[in-house]
């Protein structure tokens, strides 16, 4: 069962991020311009919640899940250098500590 969930992306590359973060702050904007705009029509603040939350709710399923929309521009990681097998693999700060001065 466990699998099931593995099998699920959840990553997001970063124009998606990007992408996500300009979806969400649009849907929240115009939802509360059009909420601010009926609720002083009808003079109740109530709608004017209940419509911001409203649009809150589409923006975090429009923006939260990894779609595919989000995941069109993958990073391209550079190969693995393999170490050679014969030398250990030193760091230049340990090969200057073990130089002693006189």
């Known amino acids: 069962m466990l699998s099931i969930f593995k099998s699920i992306p959840t990553h997001m590359d ?3 991020q990007k992408l996500a973060e300009q979806i969400f ?3 929240i904007l115009i939802s509360a311009v059009i909420g601010f705009v009926y609720g002083l029509i009808i003079e109740q603040f109530g709608w004017t919640v209940y419509i911001v939350l409203a649009g809150f709710a589409v923006s975090c399923v429009l923006t939260l899940p990894p779609w595919p929309m989000y995941r069109k521009n993958p990073l391209s990681w550079q190969p693995v250098i393999p170490e050679s097998s014969g030398e250990p693999s030193q760091k230049p ?5 073990k130089k002693k001065h006189k």
Do not use: C
């Open 14 to 16: 970063y124009k998606g």
């Open 93 to 97: 700060q340990e090969s200057l500590k």
């Open 25 to 27: 702050q649009g849907i």
